[in-house]
């Protein structure tokens, strides 16, 4: 399990990064004034063109391949609430990165989830004392991964 835990961080990091990455490049390359085809193909062009836009979809697909593994190993129940980690890492990397201000009332958004990650990996942790406790008959019924 903790080995999960752990592919889990390295890859929401990577995901907060990203984020990062990505929102500082699409201040870099402009807003659309108007939806043209025209307008739409040079956005597209100058994003092509950002090394912050093209770093932040390197690491978000870095972080997706990651989930994939993860998701193929592990239950979808576990795996995906424990993505919601990512708001810790994203908030600390838009306080310190982007200079965004993050209000209390985000911080206590961010204990929240938190805490709901640590009830989800708490039941993971108890389903698994109570498939040891119930012997081999049980055992080939829960996932041996």
Do not use: H
């Not at 929401?12 to 307008?39: N, W």
């Not at 956005?43 to 063109?49: E, F, P, S």
């Not at 129940?77 to 838009?94: D, E, K, M, Q, R």
């Not at 938190?114 to 989800?120: P, Q, S």
């Amino acid at each position: 399990m903790s080995k999960y835990i752990c592919i889990l961080l390295i890859a929401l990091v990577f995901e907060a990064v990203g984020v990062v990455f990505l929102s500082k490049g699409l201040k870099e390359i402009g807003e659309v004034t108007r939806i043209s085809a025209s307008e739409i193909s040079s956005l597209i062009a100058r994003g092509a063109k950002c090394p912050s836009l093209l770093l932040g979809i390197l690491f978000e697909a870095i972080f997706f391949g990651a989930l994939l593994y993860l998701l193929s190993q592990r239950d979808v129940s576990l795996i995906w609430p424990l993505t919601s980690l990512g708001f810790v890492i994203t908030a600390l990397a838009a306080r310190f990165f982007l200079n965004e201000q993050v209000s209390w009332v985000r911080w206590c958004g961010v204990v929240l989830i938190v805490a709901g990650a640590g009830l989800v990996t708490w039941s993971e942790k108890m389903k698994e004392g109570k498939s040891r406790e119930a012997g081999p008959a049980v055992s080939g019924q829960v996932r041996g991964r």
